[in-house]
C-alpha cells in the first residue's frame, strides 16, 4: 500500500483517527513467517486498523525501514496520526494484541 515514507506520514496525518500496524519482516525471518497467520487474525478482528507489511529486503520500500530504523525482524511499529505511538520487537501475541487495542 505505501510506496514511501511521505505517503505513509500522508494517509496517517489525513486518517488521524486511523491505527496502522506496520509489520516489518524478511523473508528468510522464520519468526516472521509464525507470526504472519496471527497478523491475519488481526486484520479480520479489527477491521478498522491498517495493518501493512513491510518487507525489510524490498529496497523499493528501504525508505521506511529507514525511517523507523528497523535493526530487527519481526519489528512492529504503531502509528496514529503521523507519529510513531508504539513498537514491538518480537513474535509475543498478547503483546502485539495489547497493543493494538490500547491506540484505537
Not at 528468510?28 to 478498522?48: D, R, S, T, V
Request: hydrophobic share 40%; charged share 25%; with cysteine.
Amino acid at each position: 500500500m505505501f510506496k514511501s515514507y511521505d505517503e505513509l506520514i500522508t494517509f496517517s496525518t489525513t486518517n488521524p483517527n486511523k491505527l496502522i500496524v506496520l509489520d516489518f519482516k524478511a523473508s528468510w525471518c522464520g519468526p516472521c513467517k509464525a507470526l504472519k497467520p496471527f497478523i491475519e487474525y488481526l486484520q479480520n478482528e479489527y477491521p478498522m486498523v491498517v495493518f501493512e507489511e513491510i518487507d525489510i529486503e524490498n529496497e523499493d520500500l528501504s525508505c521506511i525501514t529507514e525511517k523507523f530504523d528497523i535493526a530487527k525482524v519481526p519489528s512492529l511499529i504503531y502509528m496514529k496520526n503521523g507519529t510513531m505511538c508504539h513498537s514491538l520487537i518480537g513474535t509475543n501475541k498478547e503483546n502485539i494484541e495489547n497493543a493494538v487495542n490500547e491506540y484505537l
